[in-house]
């Protein structure tokens, strides 16, 4: 047996002079007990029998141009495997030069893993070194200096030095790892394989950091799976901020919501203008496209009641022109009128809870509204829904009788009263309509339920509990009826 005992610490040539003079005396690698200095084998010495590596040796070795970066990325690897396995490729590559190619190869996928393990934690190195400020002593005029304690999982310190010259070039700096260090003094970049000391760097500039993260931290953009697989728990103990993440995320939620309240304000200045020309053009000569996107696009320039001067713009409905069932809201809220799409904000998110709960996909369904342009009174720069009276309903009724006749659905959910206004004519109480199918002109069903909004505004819990509940049997009610067809449920209710 060969032994061979390398730094082992990130450093390519080292393995590369004793690999040649392995392959040029033909030692095979069952031959070789590769070790790294620090190995704890290697302290006690080696067994007796055990012979040095050849010397003088150095063949050149003709070997494809992959093997050269995938080896001095994984000579970067902490795993003792690593030499060992680099010349069994190296070995096996004058056998069978394609052997890369392999990736099922056990040495190859065993390689390849190494290799993304290492730039993984490359790129973790990037992204999470901090680093700090050192006070200059007193009357000291030179330029600013930082340390920075990372803790990575291999030997890549040498390999990101450069990284970090280049893009923090105008201050000093020192990079500590218990795997070596870096340092950059504006002219010269040095590195050391010595393991560093933990320095302790806590001071008033992490509070500084913290106050600047939890300020810039978005809650509407958190997803923290893909969070927690960029910034992997055990790099959080060096991070400033590390602790004030789990509250962010907890608080989250509750800061998209407040958001919400905050962004959905008054319209953008530009649609004042547009509001103006709108209002000054003429009574509209009514369209009559026949195909439900053409029938879209001339809704976009209604003008039948005041609604739009006010409206960001006209919210049509949307789904599949070919469904079986439609489903008839009020108006759109603040946040459909400036998102354009119906039923996107807090209702439509009980709406998307309640059929997700009940198995109706909302993307079977063809959404709309009774009204198609948000009413609202201007309250500061709040926007407070408005109800649309009779006269703004019937007029708008022309687009929801268009889309019923585009999309000549089997059932119609009506969503509150002013849908089933909208539908029927009839000002009844909703609660005498409610949860029975009724038949509509062309074969088609009705069926009238609650308005999601309606359930979030109930003060008390326990009857906010037992209206979702209510609201969720009217659901899965509508969804047998979609099982079982109009005739079917026109017997049913008979
Ligand atoms: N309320 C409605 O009636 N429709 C919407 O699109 C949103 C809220």
Redesign the pocket.
């Known amino acids: 047996m060969y032994r061979v005992a390398l730094e082992g610490r990130g450093d390519f040539n080292e393995w590369r002079d004793a690999a040649r003079a392995f392959l040029s005396a033909n030692v095979t690698p069952q031959e070789i007990d590769w070790r790294f200095q620090g190995e704890e084998k290697s302290l006690f010495g080696f067994e007796e029998g055990d012979r040095l590596p050849p010397s003088g040796g150095s063949a050149s070795v003709n070997v494809p141009s992959a093997f050269i970066p995938l080896a001095q990325t994984i000579i970067c690897h902490s795993a003792p495997e690593r030499f060992s396995l680099l010349y069994r490729l190296l070995w096996r590559l004058g056998q069978d030069r394609a052997l890369l190619q392999f990736k099922s190869d056990p040495d190859v996928s065993e390689a390849r893993k190494m290799e993304k393990s290492v730039r993984r934690d490359s790129h973790k190195m990037t992204a999470f070194v901090r680093f700090k400020e050192l006070p200059l002593p007193e009357g000291v005029a030179a330029r600013r200096r930082f340390i920075a304690w990372f803790e990575p999982d291999h030997f890549i310190v040498e390999r990101k030095a450069a990284f970090f010259q280049r893009r923090f070039t105008d201050m000093d700096w020192v990079i500590a790892t218990p795997k070596g260090s870096a340092r950059w003094d504006g002219k010269t970049l040095q590195t050391s394989r010595l393991a560093a000391e933990q320095p302790d760097l806590s001071d008033e500039t992490d509070e500084l950091w913290r106050t600047y993260y939890a300020n810039i931290f978005n809650p509407a953009r958190l997803k923290i799976k893909a969070m927690t697989a960029e910034m992997p728990k055990k790099y959080w103990k060096n991070l400033p901020e590390a602790d004030l993440i789990p509250g962010l995320i907890l608080n989250a939620e509750a800061r998209v919501l407040e958001m919400g309240a905050k962004a959905a304000t008054e319209p953008q200045l530009f649609h004042h203008r547009i509001q103006a020309a709108a209002e000054s053009r003429p009574a509209p000569v009514l369209p009559d496209a026949d195909t439900l996107e053409g029938l879209k696009h001339e809704a976009k320039g209604c003008t039948l009641c005041p609604l739009h001067c006010k409206a960001t713009q006209t919210?049509f409905g949307e789904g599949p022109v070919s469904a079986d069932v439609m489903v008839v809201?009020?108006?759109?809220?603040d946040f459909?009128d400036l998102a354009g799409r119906?039923?996107v904000?807090p209702?439509?998110k009980v709406f998307d809870q309640v059929l997700g709960e009940t198995g109706i996909e909302r993307q079977s369904l063809y959404v709309t509204?009774a009204v198609k342009h948000f009413k609202y009174e201007a309250r500061g720069k709040k926007r407070i829904h408005q109800r649309p009276d009779a006269g703004e309903v019937q007029r708008c009724r022309w687009w929801l009788t268009r889309e019923i006749d585009l999309v000549q659905p089997k059932l119609i959910v009506a969503?509150?009263a002013t849908a089933m206004f909208a539908l029927t004519d009839l000002k009844e109480k909703l609660s005498d309509m409610r949860g029975r199918p009724m038949p509509m002109d062309g074969g088609r069903m009705l069926f009238v339920t609650v308005?999601p909004?309606y359930l979030l505004r109930i003060p008390d819990e326990q009857r906010k509990v037992e209206e979702f509940q209510r609201f969720r049997e009217d659901m899965q009610a509508v969804r047998r009826l979609m099982e079982v067809g109009p005739a079917s449920a026109a017997v049913l209710s008979a």
Not at 329 to 333: F, L, T, V
């Open positions: 919210v809201g009020e108006q759109p809220g459909e119906p039923f904000g209702a439509g509204n969503m509150g308005h909004s």
